[in-house]
């Protein structure tokens, strides 16, 4: 298995925040997929889905997760919230299930000082009845890929990165 760190969860609930902290806290890199999936289409996620639908995006998902699997190590690995579906993502490395309940989620998007930049770049955000029901359907698969679950509910970025090291360093110490 690689040795790299991959965070799983809703959309909104910090995995890019909570993975610049970690590359900080550990000497790690840290990437974003949805960052390497817009350079590879050369186009915004939401454009992606406008243009193309949510099936040319998996896609281009999994392409992605090939690629980290193929090509990177030490590394923090920022994922995007239907991630958790693609067919390598026990190869990638550990896997950090960020939680929080979809109110909280919310909230914190909501009060961010980009709020209105961050509610219009998630297309599946647009509906919220229909975001919420995604995050009801998707919490038990996050739960069944991850080796570790963090609640991430009133911790800042920096406190998350600590549990998480805290909780790998438990791991390791178990095996």
Not at 111 to 120: G, L, Y
Not at 149 to 167: F, H, N, R, S
Request: overall charge positive.
């Amino acid at each position: 298995m690689k040795d790299n760190i991959v965070l799983i969860g809703f959309m909104g609930v910090g995995k890019g925040r909570t993975a610049r902290a970690l590359a900080a806290r550990t000497g790690m890199y840290a990437v974003d997929c949805d960052d390497l999936i817009e350079s590879m289409a050369n186009m915004k996620i939401k454009a992606i889905f406008e243009t193309f639908g949510e099936g040319h995006f998996r896609k281009l998902e999994q392409s992605t997760a090939k690629w980290l699997e193929d090509s990177v190590k030490s590394t923090v690995i920022s994922s995007g919230g239907g991630f958790y579906k693609v067919r390598n993502l026990k190869k990638l490395g550990k896997i950090v299930y960020l939680h929080a309940d979809f109110e909280e989620i919310l909230e914190t998007i909501r009060t961010d000082a980009r709020a209105e930049k961050k509610i219009r770049k998630r297309p599946l955000l647009q509906d919220l009845d229909k975001a919420k029901k995604l995050f009801a359907e998707r919490l038990s698969y996050y739960r069944q890929a991850a080796d570790i679950e963090i609640a991430v509910t009133g911790l800042t970025a920096e406190q998350v990165a600590k549990e998480i090291c805290t909780a790998l360093d438990r791991k390791k110490k178990k095996k």
